[in-house]
């Protein structure tokens, strides 16, 4: 970990902090919530040493990036997100006119959205946990997550500012983190008002073992410092992003793709997410998509549970371009 170099980047009104090791071709780790570049400290060192630049931001509203107005949930639609990316490859890697780009949970999100606003940046990608989600004309997201779950559903729940800030701070910044992380049920994350996160009680007790306590206080440390806020804006900006996207409803995404989901990842469950991904919705709207990947036993944050076999999965995909 010693050997990971830090540095901060002015891109897009933000100063972006950015964790890198390794010379060649550029790999773009993208994080997701609640998480920070850390959460790719095995792959970062792993793509290094197979030849590559591995870069990992801080994104938007995390840990030591600064510089989002944390106040303004519309500052963090897919478009400002996108924007941070594609100034901070110009920043970085002037010469390369593709990278190759892995993403996890909100990275993935914004991965596929790259994808589809700059297919001329990226190689290939690799995508953790997070399918893509073609735009539904129809309904707002948070709408649709309503309809089907109710108010107490997490998304739901992260709706209202100060809200969910408040609650997180009645909990523990420590403890917010180990309820998450320890998440392994197949099914919906339910916040119900003044009773924390109702589905995770049987796990909050213990370290998943896949995280140390000098993880958690890694994580823990960097949220102290800035709150939850930046990543829950991702979820308030939901609506607008939707409605931002209306130009792209139809679009494919028209890059190589390889899919990786865990088995018990909560994302996975989602009603109609296995049937899209496995009947011929998934392909058609990402048409160079050549690989699913859903890893038994595994939950949501497989890049750190099950990190080597991660490592060998994007490897051997990337190799090939």
């Known amino acids: 970990m010693d050997k990971i170099e830090h540095k901060t980047v002015p891109v897009n009104g933000l100063n972006m902090h950015v964790a890198e090791l390794g010379q060649g071709p550029l790999v773009l780790f993208l994080h997701g919530f609640p998480e920070l570049w850390y959460s790719w400290r095995h792959q970062i060192l792993y793509m290094a040493a197979q030849g590559y630049r591995a870069v990992a931001p801080d994104m938007r509203g995390y840990g030591d990036t600064t510089g989002a107005p944390l106040e303004d949930p519309s500052k963090f639609t897919t478009l400002h997100m996108v ?3 594609i100034a901070l490859l110009d920043a970085i890697a002037p010469d390369e006119d593709k990278v190759f780009v892995v993403g996890h949970d909100w990275g993935a999100f914004i991965a596929w959205h790259l994808c589809m606003y700059r297919p001329d940046k990226v190689k290939a990608l690799v995508n953790l946990s997070v399918a893509f989600i073609p735009r539904s004309p129809e309904i707002n997201p948070v709408d649709m997550i ?4 109710g108010e107490d559903h997490y998304i739901c729940r992260f709706q209202e500012p100060g809200y969910i800030e408040a609650e997180f701070a009645q909990i523990g910044t420590k403890q917010v983190l180990k309820n998450f992380f320890a998440f392994r049920t197949p099914g919906p994350l339910y916040f119900p008002k003044g009773k924390g996160l109702s589905n995770s009680a049987d796990n909050t007790s213990h370290l998943p073992t896949w995280l140390s306590e000098n993880d958690l206080d890694y994580y823990a440390g960097k949220f102290e410092q800035t ?4 990543g ?16 792209w409803s139809g679009a494919q995404v028209p890059v190589p793709v390889k899919f990786i989901v865990g088995e018990l990842d909560l994302t996975y469950h989602i009603p109609g997410t296995k049937e899209y991904i496995h009947k011929g919705g998934f392909q058609k709207d990402v048409p160079l998509l050549q690989e699913v990947v859903v890893m038994e036993g595994a939950a949501h944050f497989i890049n750190q549970e099950r990190p080597d076999e991660i490592n060998q999965h994007i490897y051997a995909f990337l190799k090939q371009f």
């Open 83 to 85: 924007g941070d990316l």
């Open 146 to 149: 309503r309809s089907v779950y």
């Open 227 to 230: 709150g939850f806020s930046g």
């Open 232 to 247: 829950v804006n991702y979820y308030r900006a939901i609506g607008r992003s939707w409605e931002l996207n209306a130009p």
